[in-house]
């Protein structure tokens, strides 16, 4: 079958202005869709950063605690040498973890602070600037630091002492904490804590379940791989904010939705009079549909395309700056946003249609 | 060879109901050959558009039949008639009607779309009628660039793209001057003699009498008699001899569609035409 004359496409951008407003209006509130959704993918991803990066295969815990985030965990030392004899267990690394405020002259920022052995695992994964933290020294994240207003050589105070920044670290910050690294031992000190750790983190040289099973066997702890533990994390998270997501979500949709209503409808009787002309001339209900239709396509598909321009280059532009906020665009989120939209555009498209099936052929007559 | 392109018989077309009933058309019979041009005059209200909708299968009627080309629009089916509607009707309207956001060129395309034929094929026919009708310059503009009398050929054009048997226009010459009006008129007896196609015109314009082979006058719905008809010699409408304002003088009388048109006669009669007159 050959080309048709596009119809749809000429009404909608035969006034230019009403239909670029009505594509951008929607791009508008898909990009609100698509921000949040990669805010909140952003944050998830960042959020697990310190777990995803550790060098060790399993995080053993007190038993029932499977997270990081406002999570308070005991494990005796003893335990170590313990877990250290188990086949398949290559190293054990003990941490001490606390969500405190870290405050300079300059600001406070909630920060994970995370005791660790320097040269073990449990510290960060690459030092941007400095040296790890020697006795009374600490290593911030830079975006931890920045909101501090803090740089190396600078006092820092935090679980109730003060400290000396000796290095920085890039991108361990997330939306709700930021970052700090002491020695294990000085953060006992600073606790007053002796003879425990929050978690053990072990490298394995084996299937990591068989060994976690062993360790769980052996010490009554819990141990778990760090995908389990990262994956637990996140869900936690999410749990917290996704409440407020999905709220936000739906109110950009319904904006959304809307918007793309509105546009179409305020196109389509503007131009009742040339659809009443095709009735006339012999326009079946499938062309009308046509009609009607591609003017949605066009709507949504131009508001999808500029939307996820639009997000990706926010979401650039976030990354140059220190901004504890990432966004992420998944692969995945587009195509859902994209397959949500046409139902939108459909579902927009049921009063204009149902208004031209309604309109009299014979109208053209009339003056 | 067809013997008649339209047949109507009894055609009635009742609105409303009860006390607010109207009987837009009644008992309308009406034949049209191939070749043929009628021309349907009748004052504002008196069913013209009404008889026009019917024979144009965009309005069912309450009594009577309309068969066109053969087919008796009755037999078909609600969602048949778009399609029969696109193949055997051409349509030219008073105001043109051509889709504003659409070139001339796609105007005429858009018509062969409905009717099935696509792409190069029916972008090539567009501009060929295009170019017959002088148009061959104006393929990509839109309606807005357009004169008047370009319009109206364009809506011929597009009337004329399926090689309807019958052509339906409503005041076709109405939005024109006189000289244009008087060229489109001559187009359309052209399209119905050339093209053997049954032409037919509802109109308040008494110049296109010159080139239809008949002239019916509807009244309250129903044809009556073109000798009761008298025209207007101000606006040259066609006006009924009984029930309408007069003005006699030196044993003639004139006939008129108003008193506005009589009294303005009345105050000079020498700067109109005086053949109107009646002994």
């Known amino acids: 079958m050959g080309a048709r004359v596009a119809v749809g496409r000429r009404n909608l951008f035969s006034e230019r202005r009403r239909g670029l407003l009505g594509v951008a209006g929607t791009a508008a509130a898909l990009l609100l869709v698509l921000a949040v959704g990669a805010v909140f993918d952003g944050a998830m991803r960042q959020i697990t950063r310190y777990i995803d990066t550790q060098p060790a295969q399993l995080f053993v815990s007190q038993p029932g605690v499977r997270n990081l985030h406002m999570a308070s965990s005991f494990v005796p030392l003893e335990d170590v040498e313990a877990i250290e004899a188990i086949p398949g267990v290559g190293s054990v690394a003990p941490i001490l973890f606390a969500q405190d405020g870290l405050e300079t002259d300059a600001g406070r920022r909630l920060s994970y602070v995370i005791g660790y052995v320097p040269g073990r695992a449990g510290g960060p994964a690459e030092l941007q600037t400095g040296t790890e933290p020697g006795s009374g020294e600490i290593v911030l994240d830079e975006s931890t630091a920045e909101s501090l207003g803090a740089g190396l050589g600078d ?200 208004k031209v099936s309604r309109l009299d052929p014979a109208s053209v007559f009339r003056r | 060879m067809r013997t008649l392109a339209v047949r109507a018989e009894g055609l009635e077309r009742v609105f409303g109901e009860g006390d607010v009933q109207v009987r837009a058309v009644r008992g309308v019979d009406l034949e049209v050959r191939p070749g043929e041009v009628v021309l349907i005059m009748g004052p504002s209200g008196s069913g013209k558009t009404t008889l026009l909708s019917m024979l144009g299968a965009m309005l069912r009627p309450s009594a009577g039949r309309v068969e066109v080309d053969g087919v008796d629009l009755a037999s078909l089916a609600e ?130 009498k010159d080139i239809a082979d008949r002239v019916l006058w509807l009244e309250d719905g129903e044809f009556r008699s073109m000798s009761e008809m008298a025209t207007d010699p101000v606006c040259g409408m066609a006006v009924e001899r009984e029930a309408t304002p007069h003005y006699a003088r030196d044993g003639r009388t004139w006939f008129f569609c108003s008193t506005a048109c009589r009294d303005e006669f009345a105050a000079d009669p020498h700067r109109f035409s005086v053949s109107a007159a009646v002994a």
């Open chain 2, 79 to 208: 969602n048949k008639l778009p399609a029969f509607r696109a193949r055997r009707f051409g349509f030219v309207f008073q105001d043109f009607n051509l889709l504003s956001a659409l070139t001339v060129r796609e105007n005429v395309e858009l018509a062969l779309n409905l009717a099935g034929a696509t792409g190069r094929s029916a972008r090539e026919r567009a501009e060929v009628l295009l170019r017959d009708l002088g148009l061959g310059e104006r393929l990509g503009f839109l309606p807005e660039k357009l004169s008047g009398g370009e319009k109206q050929r364009v809506a011929i054009a597009r009337a004329l793209a399926n090689d309807p048997a019958v052509i339906l226009a409503d005041e076709p010459t109405a939005n024109l001057d006189s000289k244009i009006g008087h060229e489109i008129a001559r187009l359309l007896r052209r399209i119905a003699s050339e093209g053997d196609r049954s032409v037919v015109i509802v109109s308040h314009d008494t110049r296109l």
């Open chain 1, 155 to 354: 006092r820092v105070d935090a679980l109730g002492t003060s400290w000396r920044v000796s290095g920085l670290v890039s991108e361990l910050s997330n939306i709700a904490n930021g970052a700090a690294f002491v020695r294990l031992e000085d953060f006992a000190a600073a606790r007053e804590l002796r003879g425990t750790a929050s978690y053990l983190l072990v490298g394995t040289g084996r299937e990591p379940r068989e060994v976690a099973t062993a360790i769980e066997r052996a010490t009554g702890l819990e141990a778990t791989t760090r995908e389990a533990f990262s994956a637990s994390e996140r869900e936690l998270v999410s749990d917290m904010i996704g409440d407020v997501l999905r709220i936000l979500t739906a109110a950009a949709w319904l904006v959304g939705f809307a918007v793309v209503a509105l546009t179409l409808y305020a196109a389509t009787r503007s131009r009742l009079r040339d659809i009443g002309v095709m009735k006339a001339l012999g326009a079946g209900r499938g062309a009308l549909s046509r009609v009607v239709l591609t003017q949605a396509a066009w709507t949504v598909g131009a508001a999808v395309v500029v939307a996820a321009a639009l997000t990706v280059g926010v979401s650039s532009l976030l990354a140059r700056t220190s901004s504890p906020v990432t966004m992420a665009l998944e692969p995945g989120a587009l195509v859902r946003v994209a397959a949500i939209s046409v139902v939108v555009g459909t579902a927009a498209s049921i009063a204009p249609l149902v």
